[in-house]
């Protein structure tokens, strides 16, 4: 397996604009997680799904971030309208039943 | 409000020497502990983990150790090598609710011939 897909790798859009993340979970696993990374508070998670649904959102900062995962091979996260607060990392990880999660390479996203 | 901590940002440890890396946690409904390694522009990797029903583990140069009355984890390396350079994250979680795990902000390791 390749493990898990993140697309694009780096972001790099106008305050203002619409950003959408991507994820391919790994195949099988059950469980999709979206994190944040800054330097200030290390890996946040936002928000993460169980068998498609969400189940804990309580971590996604404002109303202006949105995830969804229609089925159980996709999921992004949309920013919009993104602000230059919101550059960061962000990871997706899936896992299958268990705590331990694997993580994709990240997106950077700057927003200028 | 930061439930995992990692209060040392940095560690800088001579090779062959013995790395440790600190972690806290305030949450006493955590009984599961992870350690993800990191290296620049990749994702974490897992590392080693410890259940609350034991206080040590072990894997190869990784040693976890748990005082649940402390509320405090360890992460032991030894002999430190430079390919250990990366940053640590500590991350916890309730075997209630194996899914989500909290992580701390990281401890960047660098290991010096």
């Known amino acids: 397996d390749a493990g898990v897909i993140q697309s694009p790798r780096h972001e790099v859009t106008e305050m203002g604009q619409e950003v959408t993340l991507r994820c391919k979970p790994i195949?099988?696993?059950?469980?999709l997680f979206w994190y944040r990374q800054t330097m200030m508070r290390g890996l946040e998670l936002l928000i993460y799904f169980n068998n498609n649904v969400p189940i804990d959102d309580s971590g996604m900062p404002e109303d202006r971030f949105s995830a969804k995962m229609p089925n159980a091979s996709f999921s992004t996260l949309k920013i919009q309208p993104s602000e230059p607060r919101d550059s960061a990392v962000y990871f997706c990880?899936?896992?299958?039943?268990?705590?331990?999660?694997?993580f994709g390479q990240g997106t950077r996203l700057t927003v200028v | 409000d930061q439930q995992v901590k990692q209060n040392s940002p940095s560690l800088s440890v001579q090779e062959g020497r013995i790395s440790i890396l600190n972690c806290d946690y305030t949450?006493?409904?955590?009984?599961?502990f992870l350690w993800y390694k990191k290296y620049p522009a990749e994702g974490p990797t897992f590392l080693i983990s410890?259940?609350?029903?034991?206080d040590k583990n072990e894997d190869g140069r990784f040693t976890v150790f748990l005082n649940k009355s402390a509320k405090h984890l360890s992460l032991h390396i030894v002999p430190s090598q430079p390919g250990d350079s990366a940053v640590y994250f500590c991350?916890?979680?309730?075997?209630?609710?194996?899914?989500?795990?909290?992580f701390g902000t990281g401890t960047r390791l660098q290991v010096f011939p």
């Open positions: 410890i259940s609350s029903i034991k």
């Open positions: 195949s099988g696993h059950n469980s």
């Open positions: 990880a899936s896992s299958l039943d268990e705590a331990e999660a694997f």
């Open positions: 991350a916890a979680s309730a075997l209630s609710n194996t899914d989500k795990l909290i």
């Open positions: 949450n006493s409904m955590f009984d599961y």
